[in-house]
């Protein structure tokens, strides 16, 4: 928290501060501006989705699907979960931007994976894997804790399983020096998503 020696620095500071709008300018301007953000739309179809048991804000061009039932108290809730889930973003940006980045590129680095992508096996390191049972069978799996206690599960398999396990059996018997080469070349290999589940 900043402080102030005296009361000239004060009121420099103030002088310093931007106002800031009202709250009928702030809403006038967020409702006017562009609003093509897929992140936002994201957000806001899940809100509808968990709050208001919508099942999609997407155009249906049918009347009927397109008009949804919202009571009163129901639309309350949706504007206060999403107001306070603004806020806390706002809370959470103004504090840590760096950390809030660094989440963004490793949530798109290793969460948004989909079957069928191929990835070294090295993108799994933050992952809970027992690595024994990894090389037991092909198909192995690993988890990731999401924020809110969810657990991302991926459904994995070696595109050459037998070179994998062959390294992994080399790492018990290799001296330092080794064990980094060997380590590194197990990162390397390729592994195919062949499943994935949010529980």
């Not at 397109?66 to 009163?72: A, E, G, L, T």
Request: aromatic content about 12%; proline content about 3%.
């Amino acid at each position: 928290m900043e402080t102030f020696k005296n009361n000239r620095e004060v009121r420099e500071f103030e002088m310093q501060a931007p106002s800031q709008p009202n709250l009928e300018e702030q809403i006038r301007e967020i409702y006017n501006a562009e609003d093509e953000n897929p992140e936002t739309d994201e957000v806001l179809s899940q809100i509808a989705r968990q709050v208001g048991g919508i099942p999609t804000l997407e155009r249906q061009y049918s009347d009927s699907q397109d008009f949804h039932d919202v009571s009163v108290w129901k639309l309350r809730e949706l504007l206060r979960v999403s107001y306070e889930l603004g806020k806390s973003h706002a809370q959470n940006k103004a504090v840590t931007p760096t950390f809030e980045k660094a989440q963004e590129i490793y949530r798109r680095t290793y969460l948004e994976l989909e079957i069928g992508d191929a990835v070294e096996f090295g993108r799994f390191s933050n992952f809970d894997l027992d690595y024994e049972d990894i090389f037991k069978e092909e198909n192995f799996k690993v988890q990731h804790t999401l924020n809110g206690g969810q657990t991302l599960e991926y459904t994995c398999q070696f595109k050459d399983f037998e070179t994998a396990q062959n390294l992994y059996r080399q790492l018990d018997d290799a001296d330092n020096f080794n064990f980094r080469i060997l380590l590194n070349h197990l990162n390397e290999q390729e592994v195919e998503i062949i499943g994935r589940t949010v529980s």
